[in-house]
Structures are given as C-alpha cells and as structure tokens.
Nanobody
Framework: QVQLVESGGGLVQAGGSLRLSCAAS????????MGWYRQAPGKQRELVAG???????NYADSVKGRFTISRDNLKNTVYLQMNSLKPEDTAVYYC?????????WGQGTQVTVSS
C-alpha cells in the first residue's frame, strides 16, 4: 500500500492555471498506474488523467489539450498541470495509485474555478 497526499488546489479565475502535486509515502517506481480523478458535487468520481510507469498518458476528453499529467519517480510525486481552467473543472481532485490490484486514494484537494 501507499499513502498519498495531494496539494496545490485553490481558487482561480476562469482561464487561469493550477499545478496539483501528489506526494507518495514510498517509492512509486514500481507502481504501474497512477492518476488523477475528480468529483464535483452531486456527480460521480471521474478519471481526469492517468500515467503509467513508462510515461504513457491518457486524458478525459474534457481536459485534453488543457491538462498535463507527469510523474517524477525520484521524488515519488505525480503532478497535474491544469491550464485554461473552466468553471466546470470545479471539483475535489484525488490522486490514485493502483497497488497489487487495489486502489489507494489521497484525501483530495479542492479546485474552484470562478467565472
């Protein structure tokens, strides 16, 4: 298992940028799949972006071209760079790591985009 701590959320105006960080309690080198999810009020949690150990990425259609996921295996950290933010990006953002087939979640960080 691994503990995950997200940071970097906040309040930003539409069109602005934020960079989220997810710090892991141990090495993520051997963790194949890591990703960012988000959950808006009254909605289900959804995948925003994922990244494999080898750096292969995938994105939700709604964020393609605006968000970039990356991982630094030496710093045991996964990042989510969010540009051109929209009010509909408002949600709690969660970091996820799949370890031995089980999901591990952080506590989440709130992102609020004002119009």
């Amino acid at each position: 298992q691994v503990q995950l701590v997200e940071s970097g959320g906040g309040l930003v105006q539409a069109g602005g940028s934020l960079r989220l960080s997810c710090a892991a309690s141990r090495s993520i080198f051997n963790i194949y799949d890591m990703g960012w999810y988000r959950q808006a009020p009254g909605k289900q949690r959804e995948l925003v972006a994922g990244i494999t150990r080898g750096g292969r990425t995938n994105y939700a259609d709604s964020v393609k071209g605006r968000f970039t996921i990356s991982r630094d295996n030496l710093k045991n950290t996964v990042y989510l760079q969010m540009n051109s933010l929209k009010p509909e990006d408002t949600a709690v953002y969660y970091c996820n790591a799949e370890v031995d087939g089980s999901p591990n979640w952080g506590q989440g960080t709130q992102v609020t985009v004002s119009s």
